[in-house]
């Protein structure tokens, strides 16, 4: 009797948590896009998109003033634009790879207002299926409580939340990464491969990394379709540019420059006032060491030498734990090159090994995994940059382990959960050979 109590208690737990957190997912995420009074991230490449459907410069930033939606002008368009700023303080127009366009193309020729809703809708349905996905991966069982723990984890990321809400192409690309991390494992080699493909003609810095993958398990079948589908939209994207003599590239190595220059968006510098909504190692490595140079060269050497240990037991293991090894290359893609809050969605992929493994030989490391990813339900970087704008803790503000702890707290936790997650693979291999 006593263990039917429990186990109705634990149920009941499970599932209140699951509405709780639904309710959370919808209201930080697609209400604030719905009734956000400012724009979002995806009105830059919307608008750029439609630039290049009429064979203009997407990466002018006259151009991009000129096609902007009257319903959404904005005071500071004009001002920006005539002071050549808008790239360096709005970080538009954003420097999206020429493939994005012509993927893009699907939404950007509706009108603005008839976009938003559906490029929502796209997103939705792109978090949903990276959901099932990765769950049907695992041994998840509907009837156990452990499959309705991890829906609710995964509406409790506030990376989701984050990139739904801005309108960010990111829950896209990732969600076009799950789907085809599940049509690989099902040998549905050709679907992988043009998702992936898809993946990186949006977002490269997501993409790449699942490409690199299936190029180090040499699934063949997988990487012709995905270069064939890359290659075929750089030509119609470039090509098209051509024919209608769009001077096109000095724009995009000027907004690719000026995104990395002090005091943008990109900067990880106190120049930048909002560098903690970035989460690569530079943010770390510059409070500990102040210099511009050495936070460059620390956070590649770190994330070299991390790389180095996963490429090692990659190649001793052939990847047999597919989650757990995708679920660590993710993780270390984050640390070296520049990434916003929202990328972080990519967690998914440790949170689902972590959750699988959690009664497992591994289990140590699995519930690390997930106790680490527990930082991300809270946008923690961008709470305490607010609280620092509102003069809170001024005395903390100046102290060396505010800055080096406090403020860069989620860059130490993708720090520790790329430890733990490398440090799992060693030892997984370890327990294979004795199964042997």
């Known amino acids: 009797m006593t263990d039917k109590v429990h186990s109705e208690l634990g149920w009941a737990l499970v599932l209140c948590f699951l509405v709780l957190t639904a309710a959370e997912f919808l209201i930080r995420g697609p209400v604030r896009f719905v009734f956000a009074d400012n724009f979002n991230d995806f009105l830059s490449p919307y608008i750029q998109t439609r630039a290049w459907i009429k064979g203009l410069d997407p990466y002018s930033p006259q151009n991009l003033a000129e096609l902007w939606p009257a319903a959404e002008r904005f005071d ?27 993927l893009l193309t699907t939404v950007a020729w509706l009108p603005w207002r008839v976009a938003c809703p559906v490029w929502l809708s796209i997103s939705l349905l792109a978090f949903a299926t990276m959901v ?16 309705y723990l991890f829906l609710g984890l995964a509406l409790a990321l506030a990376p989701f ?49 699942f490409l690199l993958y299936y190029l180090l398990r040499r699934r063949w079948p997988i990487l012709i379709p995905a270069t064939v589908t890359v290659i075929l939209l750089a030509s119609v994207a470039i090509g098209y540019m051509e024919v209608n003599h769009a001077l096109w590239v000095d724009n995009y190595q000027s907004d690719n420059r000026v995104l990395f220059a002090p005091g943008s968006l990109g900067d990880f510098t106190e120049s930048n006032p909002i560098r903690f909504g970035l989460i690569n190692l530079q943010v770390l490595t510059y409070a500990i060491t102040s210099d511009r140079s050495r936070a460059n060269v620390l956070a590649v050497a770190v994330t070299g030498v991390l790389a180095l240990f996963w490429l090692i037991v990659f190649r001793r293991s052939c990847g047999r734990n597919e989650l757990l090894t995708l679920g660590a290359l993710t993780v270390l893609t984050l640390l070296p090159v520049y990434h916003r809050f929202y990328d972080a969605s990519l967690l998914i992929f440790p949170l689902t090994w ?70 799992a693979m060693r030892f997984s291999q370890a327990y294979i050979r004795k199964a042997t």
Not at 76 to 102: E, N, Q
Not at 133 to 146: I, K, Q
Not at 387 to 408: A, C, D, P, R, Y
Request: contains cysteine.
């Open 76 to 102: 500071f368009l004009s001002k920006d634009l005539a002071d050549g700023s808008l790239v360096k303080r709005r970080g538009i127009p954003t420097a999206y790879p020429p493939t994005s366009f012509v």
């Open 161 to 209: 939340h984050t990139g739904l809400a801005a309108g960010s192409i990111v829950i896209v690309v990732v969600g076009a990464c799950s789907a085809a991390v599940w049509a690989a494992n099902r040998q549905h080699d050709v679907m992988a491969g043009v998702l992936i493909g898809v993946a990186v003609g949006l977002k490269p810095q997501i993409g790449l990394p």
């Open 354 to 423: 972590g959750l699988e493994a959690w009664s497992s030989q591994l289990k140590m490391f699995a519930r690390g995994t997930v106790l680490l990813i527990l930082i991300f339900l809270v946008p923690g970087g961008t709470i305490l940059q607010q609280l620092e704008h509102m003069n809170f803790g001024v005395s903390w503000q100046h102290s060396w382990w505010w800055t080096q702890f406090v403020m860069t707290h989620e860059i130490w936790a993708l720090l520790f959960l790329s430890t733990t997650l490398l440090l």
């Open 132 to 147: 099932l996905s990765l769950a049907s991966l695992t041994d998840f069982a509907w009837s156990e409580r452990r499959t």
